[in-house]
């Protein structure tokens, strides 16, 4: 029945998932036109919703760039990659790389997203080196559905957002700490039930399709960074100092430091990728290897760059427009006390495939699931989690999240999604059933 099922969603995504592009055009065009049909919103008033928002996700569109460039940077560095070499060579069969794969992701991600979706990824690319008869991917896939609970992990944005002082929600549902939200009983079962049924899940798919594509012999030598000759000049001499990468590199690792003596623990995109640069310039040789190894890294950055604008545009339609709002009601209108969270968590995760960003459907949802949590007897704290996993449990099957970690592995979304659709189904009974019976 795995093989068959396997088998019908692979061959479903392969024929019929559209580039992701094609995808954030079909979202723009069915936003714009629901926002006019459902709201009383004009075509001109849409226009203008959608182009005054289409750059406001540039500071997150580098950050994520960045993300891509500096952790492929850092894990191409000699001693990181012959370490990935050597915690990869832990897993003895195909079927023990899936589950190490998953359950590196896994903790990469509920450490910090951005780290984990990166490193999970790249693990990956080591694990099949060393396992090639692996379908690639699937191996690939098993490091993305670590993506799954980062919303339930340290870099949550709804849960810290909750958590801190001054947030526009407070005046109706005060200050919550972590120790409700992310520390809660309901969080760390769905944490622990996922972290088991996850990699089973994977290992399970290890089934033989048509479509499999197992690792290509070339991907060992992928990573090697090719250098140009500099010639025997005082430039040439600069391109292949030591000093001028330690140098800056130390620096940033002290200004990582003296970050976390000051505000603990607390990882942000802004300090993940300084740590990744501050580390891939101590890590690298010269001047010339590094740069060598940003030129590679930052080819498969180009889905992030022209996709990510259009993402903007649409959720700024689906806010604007009030479209979301009505969505999210529509939800409210049918809920009763115990039923309240569950359809909290699945009205969450149809927006997330409109407004992939947390902070973004946090500001639409927000305003009116927290007072109807509250007039229904239901804790704010469990209603703001049901959207940060609603959020989260989509991200399986929109290829917005996925576009960093395919440009790192080589392929394209209608590879994965396959599988990754499994990962959407099974959690999805696993997430709700939790907030249905908790």
């Known amino acids: 029945?795995?093989?068959?099922?396997?088998?019908?969603?692979?061959?479903?995504?392969?024929?019929?998932?559209?580039?992701?592009?094609?995808?954030?055009?079909?979202?723009?065009l069915l936003t714009f036109g629901l926002g006019m049909l459902t709201t009383d919103t004009s075509g001109l008033q849409m226009v203008q919703y959608w182009g005054d928002s289409f750059w406001k996700l540039m500071p997150f569109t580098m950050q994520m760039v960045l993300v891509l460039v500096t952790g492929y940077v850092l894990a191409v560095a000699p001693i990181v990659s012959s370490f990935l070499q050597r915690l990869a060579r832990l897993a003895k069969t195909p079927g023990q790389g899936i589950v190490l794969v998953t359950l590196v992701a896994f903790v990469g991600c509920w450490i910090n997203w951005g780290f984990g979706l990166i490193t999970g990824t790249l693990f990956a690319r080591h694990v099949g080196k060393h396992q090639p008869m692996i379908d690639y991917r699937l191996l690939i896939a098993s490091a993305y559905s670590g993506f799954l609970i980062w919303h339930g992990g340290l870099s949550g944005s709804v849960p810290l957002t909750v958590a801190t002082e001054g947030h526009f929600m407070k005046e109706i549902m005060g200050?919550?700490?972590?120790?409700?939200?992310?520390?809660?009983?309901?969080?760390?079962?769905?944490?622990?039930?996922?972290?088991?049924?996850?990699?089973?899940?994977n290992r399970l798919m290890m089934v033989q399709t048509r479509d499999q594509i197992l690792v290509d012999a070339d991907l060992i030598h992928s990573d090697t960074i090719r250098e140009h000759e500099e010639p025997d000049t005082p430039a040439g001499k600069l391109q292949h100092s030591r000093a001028l990468v330690i140098i800056p590199g130390l620096l940033g690792l002290g200004y990582a430091i003296q970050y976390f003596y000051l505000n603990g623990p607390a990882l942000t995109l802004d300090i993940v990728n300084f740590l990744f640069l501050a580390l891939g310039l101590v890590f690298h040789a010269h001047v010339g290897r590094f740069i060598a190894a940003v030129t590679a890294g930052v080819k498969g950055a180009g889905g992030i760059i022209i996709q990510f604008p259009f993402y903007a545009g649409i959720m700024g339609m689906m806010i604007s427009s009030g479209l979301g709002a009505q969505i999210t009601e529509l939800f409210v209108s049918i809920s009763t006390p115990e039923t309240f969270s569950l359809y909290t968590f699945l009205s969450a995760g149809l927006l997330n495939m409109f407004i992939p960003s947390g902070g973004g459907q946090w500001a639409v949802q927000a305003p009116i699931m927290i007072p109807a949590a509250i007039e229904l007897g239901v804790e704010p704290a469990k209603a703001a989690m049901a959207i940060a996993w609603g959020d989260a449990w989509t991200n399986m099957i929109q290829p917005f999240w996925a576009l960093p970690a395919l440009?790192?592995?080589?392929?394209?979304?209608?590879?994965?999604?396959?599988?990754?659709?499994?990962?959407?189904?099974?959690?999805?009974?696993?997430?709700g059933g939790v907030f249905l019976l908790m």
Do not use: K, W
């Open 1 to 28: 029945m795995m093989r068959r099922l396997t088998g019908f969603f692979d061959h479903l995504m392969r024929h019929y998932l559209p580039d992701p592009f094609v995808l954030a055009i079909i979202l723009t």
């Open 175 to 201: 200050i919550i700490p972590a120790s409700e939200t992310l520390f809660s009983h309901f969080n760390l079962v769905i944490l622990g039930i996922l972290l088991v049924v996850m990699p089973l899940l």
């Open 407 to 431: 440009a790192v592995a080589g392929l394209q979304a209608r590879d994965i999604m396959g599988f990754c659709l499994m990962h959407l189904i099974v959690s999805g009974f696993v997430i």
